[in-house]
């Protein structure tokens, strides 16, 4: 089955640490994405990339970082830069310059 | 500032009821109105989408009604069944960009 596997699901550091979260699809898509999801907050955009080695900054980049060395992979790292970390990350992928997203189930990300 | 308005943040329906949930926008360059639902520990999935040059979209029991002159759209879940309990997401975009904005959710429950 085609799909976006998101890995691990629940993911727990201590403050200060980086971490990183993986991303994997097998859809063939070109663009992918990663949002994070806050209660009450709906989803923000991080980064996306459109093609193997390039990405763009969202709306929130800052204290994140990412690659896009295979067209397959968009891991995200959230490094000790990101002053809120705790949050529910998702990650999407969809044909080029269009919609509809294709979301993972998510990594929870707790920071203590 | 948000882009894409939501309301109710939480909705109570009894089974065999009508749901209805809001959305407003501003940015009149947006071209592309899709609906995600997200049921928990999941990611969010389309349910259906619009585009402005129709003023309803109907789906089984899903329908999206558009008013452009207002910048609204609105998901109407008729029949409403405990099985749609989810988060849902209203979302605009613009064709051919990467963003897509979301709206901050309704939670759904739906009442045997």
């Known amino acids: 089955d085609g799909g976006i596997t998101q890995s691990p699901k629940y993911l727990f550091r201590k403050e200060g640490q980086n971490v990183t979260l993986s991303c994997e699809q097998n859809?063939?898509?070109?663009?992918m994405y990663w949002y994070r999801q806050d209660p009450g907050q709906g989803l923000r955009l991080i980064y996306y990339?459109?093609?193997?080695?390039?990405?763009q900054k969202g709306d929130i980049a800052e204290g994140y970082s990412v690659s896009r060395e295979k067209k397959e992979s968009f891991p995200l790292t959230v490094t000790s830069a990101q002053k809120n970390p705790t949050a529910f990350y998702l990650c999407a992928s969809s044909y080029l310059g269009s919609s509809p997203l294709h979301f993972g189930n998510g990594t929870r990300l707790t920071v203590t | 500032q948000q882009q894409v308005k939501q309301s109710p943040q939480s909705l109570i329906v009894q089974k065999g009821g009508i749901s209805i949930i809001n959305c407003a926008y501003e940015n009149t360059a947006f071209d592309y109105f899709p609906w995600y639902q997200q049921f928990p520990g999941k990611g969010p999935a389309l349910l259906i989408a619009?585009?402005?040059?129709?003023s309803e979209k109907k789906e089984g029991r899903f329908t999206i009604s558009f008013n452009k002159s207002a910048k609204q759209f609105s998901l109407h879940i008729m029949d409403s069944q405990p099985g749609d309990s989810a988060t849902y997401f209203c979302a605009a975009s613009i064709t051919g960009a990467n963003n897509l904005f979301f709206g901050t959710g309704t939670r759904l429950t739906v009442i045997p």
């Open positions: 619009i585009r402005p040059d129709v």
């Open positions: 990339s459109q093609i193997v080695n390039d990405f």
């Open positions: 859809l063939n898509h070109d663009a």
